[in-house]
T-cell receptor, first 110, second 116 residues
């Protein structure tokens, strides 16, 4: 079945640093989604990508839909403490379900 | 809108007891999803309903798990009997499916279940 591989699994960064994470798949997706889960909460949609090559920003976040449609990237510029959490990529599977990556945990060093 | 509401937020129970988790989806949404999240397995879809009808329950671990959606504004996930390996955070999410390839899922805050 379809699977999404996210990397890295976790990141320790200094406040102010830029962050990059990615998601890859062995099969093509027509939509890529990036969610963020704050500690103790449910995931919340950050960015949705619908077209190969698309680059979309949401504040300090920028996500790209890979040209091959088998990957996507999320970048966070000038990280701040509230960026802490788990970032998930996801894509539509069959029957309106979502296929989820395992998540990238972002930890900011004090 | 209040968003997806789940109760309880935390549940601690003993092995063998029945556990019932509750969810109220966003008003007007026609689909509801139950997920389980653990460190080992990540976010797993257990079951999802469309217009109150279960569409796919292939993620339900075993017969001890059951889910119902008696009306558009309420769903339950029941575990009977509970086991320590059921300890996890259970999320409910709802969505308005319109026939597009993708429709955003809105998650509740989750129920953290601990089975001793």
């Amino acid at each position: 079945g379809q699977q999404l591989n996210q990397s890295p699994q976790s990141m320790f960064i200094q406040e102010g640093e830029d962050v990059s994470m990615n998601c890859t798949s062995s099969s093509i997706f027509n939509t890529w989604l990036w969610y963020k889960q704050d500690p103790g909460e449910g995931p919340v949609l950050l960015i949705a990508l619908y077209k190969a090559g698309e680059l979309t920003s949401n504040g300090r976040l920028t996500a790209q839909f890979g040209i091959t449609r088998k990957d996507s990237f999320l970048n966070i510029s000038a990280s701040i403490p509230s960026d802490v959490g788990i970032y998930f990529c996801a894509g539509p599977g069959s029957n309106y379900q979502l296929i989820w990556g395992a998540g990238t945990k972002l930890i900011i060093k004090p | 809108d209040a968003g997806v509401i789940q109760s309880p937020r935390h549940e601690v129970t003993e092995m063998g007891q029945e556990v019932t988790l509750r969810c109220k989806p966003i008003s007007g949404h026609n689909s509801l999803f139950w997920y389980r999240q653990t460190m080992m397995r990540g976010l797993e879809l257990l079951i999802y309903f469309n217009n109150n009808v279960p569409i796919d329950d292939s993620g339900m671990p075993e017969d001890r798990f059951s889910a119902k959606m008696p009306n558009a504004s309420f769903s339950t996930l029941k575990i009977q009997p509970s086991e320590p390996r059921d300890s996890a955070v259970y999320f409910c999410a709802s969505s308005l499916l319109t026939g597009d390839l993708y429709n955003e899922q809105f998650f509740g805050p989750g129920t953290r279940l601990t089975v001793l």
